[in-house]
């Protein structure tokens, strides 16, 4: 068994209740009367205080969760949890996480160098009460981080004699702490150790989504002093990474790899490999890495990244870092900063380190048509929109966009609304959050938390357009239909979608024949232009609480499947409940023209305005990952960055995916089986023919 | 006019590169292993689809210019990866003249251009399309004349054209079809090889059989003939391959 396999056997044996919130009330109990900040650090040094760590046999890199599990009567724990619940925390939508920490900074200075920053932030703001009272908040939290290291360091130590444990693995824990506590990282394995018990207590305080940054960027020094000086092998940072990355399973950790710096230059290096390879080995599915990809990135790196995602794992995600950065340039970033962005979550653009915590939301577009077609009122949900005028109004095309725009206006007012009342009704300086504002920059040097003016640049919000297929879809088939070739009319639309197409099958039919997003046809890619153009214009001018800038994405994660259970059927021809068409993607299965196509068409919509980012996902079988077929893979995706897309998100078919698509052929109609001289769609296939092309895969 | 039966955009088996290939109609040989049934006659096919209910109609007459548009739309994706346009049958050489002025528009945009053929045509008919095209996909079948006459083909036709094209400068490349109980015995496999290594080629791609044009058989009504056929296992592909080996450098063509 390889170590992160045992380490990752260990990880699940728990006993007790998970049971942060005890620790936190023992810090809170202390002084029920304290101010905000000091309540908050209190529980948070009680927090990291308090357990007892746990060292695992099979680790290099210490620090885990499985302290927080406790043997405490259930009475007291639900006392704790109820006192905590009380003094409640930020959630997604009101910065609490989704987060990639400043980790450059405390690899240089150290945590020892932290707590003096800290303390001569306090002489600089001596005069000011509040400002004093938000340090020595944070102050406390950095000490209580310290003194759980020490705590894990003295617990290495008091099991060398164990015959269970290897020695020389608790004597590495044990130095390695000991070097942290008391000054900066000086070898690789000090640094990835510091910045994973930060992680770890990320984690305790209960954030999710902590993104790593550029882990290969803020760590290559130490890798290169060590690779240099002959301590480190790339077999052993391999397996110090993957004794991290094997522990990132129920989490969404992005971890960006490569970009460009400000001349241009690709920034990929020997830990990038590293990172990579430690990922691929993992195979989990916590580790979620992202390609910042330039046109100089190194083809045998790109090749790596097809390799991996061809075993099934779907990562790296690939990104166009030109259009990223055009995109961020846009929102005044220092350039430097810009440059430096990393991602958090699946996709967001971040400004690493120095801005507040990411909030997103879902803009489900394509509910709009539904208020047009019945009196602003919805004919399937509860929800209401604009009465603007009555079906026989509408006379154009043109027409109808205009009062789909006007939908879709007050649809973004309606939204920012929402946002803004609950950012509103949140009391910043109640939720102070110490410890995660000396990870922001500058929140130490201003004396300000993280959410209350500490950070360089304001907080932004990404509005996550969904549905863009399907919006386009729909308006293309009205232009032919309705308007083009007459065949139908508005008001037959709205009973026919009204009726879910039942007694309407020959008008659906039509509709589902009128030209589709992703066949490159300008006849329906306009209107992809357009809803990037036009919602990128009415989110633009928004802002959030402190100023910051509305990011439109294009993007859905799996909120498309969702969304499409409660809107009723669209023009379409999508039935009632059926799932919104993915991110920036095509409808599935409605791209039927091959990869090319797909590309010519997403590609059209301009990117920049998108600095949030999006996913354009595309499926390939497996026969497609080999060193031939992927140099083909390689060009196809230089070429969508040449033409301006932002992002793709390639996946392998899987086994699974083509036993699901013998089962259900509808949701597949787009699924390809190419061979030389030859192509089918494979749904079209006989069963044993299909069996042939599963044993195919297998094979390979 | 060029009579067609589809284009396929993305294709990645038919040549270097990413490329486009275009399924030319009407083919003079009659292989009972046939993957593309649909493209045998001149006559637009109609398949209609069982388990989709579906029914197409395959087989159009199209115009250089018409048909220039479209496979444009991917030169940016050629030219990244050194691909280009590919016509498959079918017999494409059957339409050697009608194929001369896309052809030519497409050698005057700078796109690549292969030619599909199992080659039984008249020398003629290539002459007039070398100008303009980049290289050949040569199928060649059998070393066994009489297995060629029974498909329709003539070995002294095929040996000949391979032979002057080289002759010619132009790039062939040699695809070997292997067909369970027709070319992949040691006897017939080492047949080829020698005929193949007489006239000096170096390399060979094999294609293995598949089966999985039987569903367009149903779909147009017609029997096929392999239909109950199972693909060659791993170990009888690696067999066939070791021989070939001994001649050549092989490529396994998915």
Redo the contacts between chains.
């Keep these: 068994m390889k170590l992160f396999e045992s380490l990752n056997n260990e990880l699940r044996q728990t006993s007790g209740v998970y049971a942060p919130h005890y620790f936190r009330y023992l810090g809170y109990g202390e002084d029920l009367s304290a101010d905000y900040a000091s309540l908050r650090a209190n529980g948070i040094y009680s927090l990291f205080t308090k357990p007892n760590p746990v060292i695992l046999k099979s680790e290099w890199i210490a620090g885990n969760q499985q302290s927080l599990f406790c043997e405490e009567s259930e009475l007291v724990l639900n006392y704790a949890k109820n006192l905590v619940d009380r003094f409640s925390q930020r959630g997604f939508t009101t910065n609490k996480d989704h987060y990639a920490p400043d980790y450059d900074h405390i690899l240089r200075v150290g945590l020892p160098g932290m707590i003096d920053e800290i303390e001569v932030s306090m002489q600089v703001h001596g005069d000011d009460p509040d400002k004093i009272v938000t340090l020595q908040a944070m102050k406390k939290t950095l000490c209580g981080f310290s003194e759980m290291i020490q705590k894990y360091m003295l617990q290495a130590e008091a099991l060398v004699d164990s015959p269970d444990f290897d020695r020389n693995r608790l004597h590495f824990i044990a130095d390695n702490c000991r070097a942290i506590i008391n000054g900066p990282p000086k070898s690789f394995a000090q640094a990835l150790q510091l910045m994973w018990f930060c992680h770890t207590a990320f984690l305790m305080e209960g954030r999710y989504a902590m993104a790593f940054g550029r882990m290969d960027q803020y760590l290559y020094r130490f890798y290169k002093t060590d690779i240099d000086q002959g301590i480190l092998t790339d077999e052993m940072v391999i397996e110090l990474l993957e004794n991290v990355f094997i522990r990132l399973q129920d989490d969404i950790v992005n971890i960006c790899i490569g970009g460009q710096n400000q001349k241009g230059e690709c920034e990929i290096n020997p830990l990038s490999r590293c990172i990579l390879r430690a990922v691929r080995h993992c195979n989990v599915p916590g580790p979620n890495l992202s390609l910042r990809y330039t046109q100089n990135t190194p083809d045998d790196f790109l090749d790596e990244c097809l390799e991996t995602i061809g075993t099934g794992l779907g990562y790296p995600a690939i990104m166009n870092d030109d259009v990223n950065i055009a995109s961020l340039k846009k929102y005044g970033y220092a350039e430097e900063d810009v440059y430096n962005y990393s991602m958090v979550g699946c996709i967001e653009n971040f400004m690493t380190g120095k801005q507040p915590p990411w909030s997103d939301g879902r803009f489900d577009t394509p509910r709009f048509f539904d208020y047009i077609f019945n009196n602003g009122i919805s004919a399937t949900n509860q929800s209401v929109g604009l009465n603007l005028c009555g079906l026989e109004d509408i006379t154009s095309m043109s027409d109808f966009m205009t009062v789909f725009e006007k939908q879709l206006a007050f649809g973004v007012d309606e939204y920012m609304f929402k946002f803004n009342a609950k950012n509103d009704f949140i009391h910043q300086a109640f939720f102070a959050e110490p410890f995660l504002s000396c990870f922001c920059r500058d929140c130490i040097g201003r004396g300000l938390d993280i959410n209350c003016g500490g950070s360089i640049y304001p907080s932004v919000h990404g509005a996550a357009l969904m549905g863009i297929g399907t919006v386009c879809d729909s308006l293309a088939a009205i232009e032919k239909l309705v308007f083009a070739d007459r065949t139908t009319t508005l008001s037959e639309l709205r009973d026919a979608m009204n009726a879910n197409f039942e007694g309407y099958g020959e008008l659906r039919q039509k509709l589902l024949d009128a030209p589709k997003y992703g066949n490159n046809d300008p006849f329906v890619d306009k209107y992809a232009v357009w809803f990037i153009d036009y919602l990128g214009s009415l989110f633009e001018k928004k802002k959030t609480r402190d100023g910051g800038g509305i990011y439109i994405a294009a993007a859905a994660n799996v909120s498309n499947i969702c969304a499409g259970k409660i809107i009723n059927a669209t023009p379409d021809g999508r039935l009632r409940g059926e799932p919104l068409s993915d991110a920036a993607s095509p409808t599935y299965g409605r791209d039927t023209r091959g990869a090319t196509s797909t590309i010519n068409s997403v590609s059209k919509p301009d990117y920049t305005k998108v600095a949030c980012g999006s996913v354009v996902n595309q499926k390939f079988s497996p026969s497609m990952f080999t060193p031939e077929k992927r140099k083909k893979l390689m060009a196809l995706i230089k070429t969508y960055f040449k033409k301006g897309g932002q992002e793709l998100q390639i996946n392998a078919t899987l086994r699974e995916t083509l036993i699901d698509a013998i089962e259900h052929p509808e949701k597949y109609q787009n699924l390809v089986v190419r061979v030389s001289g030859f192509s089918a769609f494979y749904v079209t296939l006989e069963k044993d023919v299909q069996l042939d092309i599963l044993n195919r895969t297998q094979q390979e | 006019m060029l009579n067609i039966s589809n284009i396929?955009?993305?294709?990645?088996?038919?040549g270097e590169?990413?490329r486009?290939?275009v399924f030319l109609k009407g083919c003079n040989l009659r292989c009972p292993w046939c993957?593309?049934p649909e493209n045998l006659n001149k006559q637009p096919a109609v398949l209609r689809?069982r388990?989709?209910g579906?029914t197409e109609t395959l087989g159009r007459l199209v115009s250089a210019e018409e048909i220039l548009t479209e496979l444009l739309?991917?030169k940016?994706?050629y030219d990244?990866?050194r691909?280009g346009v590919t016509f498959?049958g079918g017999e494409t050489m059957l339409q050697a003249s009608e194929l001369v002025p896309l052809t030519k528009l497409l050698k005057a945009n700078g796109v690549s251009v292969l030619v599909?053929t199992a080659g039984c045509v008249p020398y003629a008919s290539f002459q007039i399309l070398n100008p303009f095209v980049t290289g050949y996909l040569f199928d060649f079948k059998t070393a066994d004349g009489d297995q060629y006459r029974e498909i329709g083909g003539d070995l002294g036709l095929v040996v000949e054209n391979i032979t002057r094209l080289r002759k010619d400068g132009k790039a062939v490349r040699i695809?070997i079809p292997l067909i369970p109980g027709f070319n992949t015995s040691p006897r017939s496999t080492q047949a080829i090889c020698e005929r193949l290594q007489d006239i000096g080629i170096k390399h060979v791609?094999l294609?293995p059989f598949?089966?999985?044009?039987?569903?367009?058989y149903?779909?147009m009504g017609l029997e096929y003939a392999y239909k109950t056929q199972q693909?060659l296992t791993?170990d009888d592909l690696g067999k066939i391959e070791a021989i070939y080996k001994t001649y050549f450098s092989v490529?396994i063509?998915?």
């Excluded at chain 2, 396929?8 to 038919?14: A, I, K, P, R, Y």
């Excluded at chain 2, 598949?210 to 367009?216: D, E, N, P």
């Design positions: 396929q955009h993305f294709s990645v088996g038919d590169g990413i486009t290939t993957h593309n689809y388990s989709t579906k739309e991917d940016d994706f990244e990866s691909g498959s599909d695809r791609d294609l598949h089966r999985l044009g039987s569903a367009k149903e779909a693909p791993k490529k063509e998915g």
